[in-house]
């Protein structure tokens, strides 16, 4: 079974991306991109699901983190982020993410085809 990290500080955030994906992915949750890249340094991922507005160190920096790590560099990485006016998907796109949900995720589908086109579909169990 593919696997998917998520990076994210809210706790209803990461109550509905683990609904939505846990049937079909393994999920594992950091709260902080500084507990993620610790956590990073023994697995590594299929897709990583990283919000922008995290405290201490923000998702941007993470990725950059991510890009600069010859392990990582490669993996897909989904930009979740509150951050939706006009020009961010593009900034962010811009600044190394392969894709961009905004939240709140209103519309699962949205985050779900964001994962698929990331990751070929998972096969039921």
Same mark, same amino acid.
């Given at each position: 079974?593919?696997?998917?990290?998520?990076?994210?500080?809210?706790?209803?955030?990461?109550?509905?991306?683990?609904?939505?994906?846990?049937?079909?992915?393994?999920?594992?949750?950091?709260?902080? /991109?500084? $507990?993620? !890249?610790?956590? +990073?340094? &023994?697995?590594?991922?299929?897709?990583?699901?990283?919000? @922008?507005? #995290?405290?201490?160190?923000? /998702?941007? $920096?993470? !990725?950059?983190? +991510?890009? &600069?790590?010859?392990?990582?560099?490669?993996?897909?990485? @989904?930009? #979740?982020?509150?951050?939706?006016?006009?020009?961010?998907?593009?900034?962010?796109?811009?600044?190394?993410?392969?894709?961009?949900?905004?939240?709140?995720?209103?519309?699962?589908?949205?985050?779900?085809?964001?994962?698929?086109?990331?990751?070929?579909?998972?096969?039921?169990?």
């Amino acid at each position: 079974m593919k696997s998917i990290v998520l990076i994210e500080d809210n706790r209803d955030n990461r109550l509905l991306v683990r609904a939505l994906v846990s049937e079909f992915y393994v999920l594992k949750e950091y709260e902080t /991109g500084f $507990e993620a !890249l610790e956590g +990073l340094k &023994s697995m590594i991922p299929d897709l990583i699901l990283l919000d @922008i507005s #995290l405290p201490g160190m923000d /998702g941007v $920096e993470v !990725l950059s983190r +991510l890009r &600069s790590d010859e392990r990582l560099r490669s993996i897909p990485v @989904i930009a #979740l982020t509150a951050h939706a006016m006009s020009g961010d998907r593009e900034r962010y796109l811009r600044a190394g993410f392969d894709d961009y949900v905004a939240k709140p995720i209103i519309d699962e589908e949205v985050l779900l085809q964001a994962i698929a086109r990331a990751l070929p579909p998972p096969l039921k169990q």
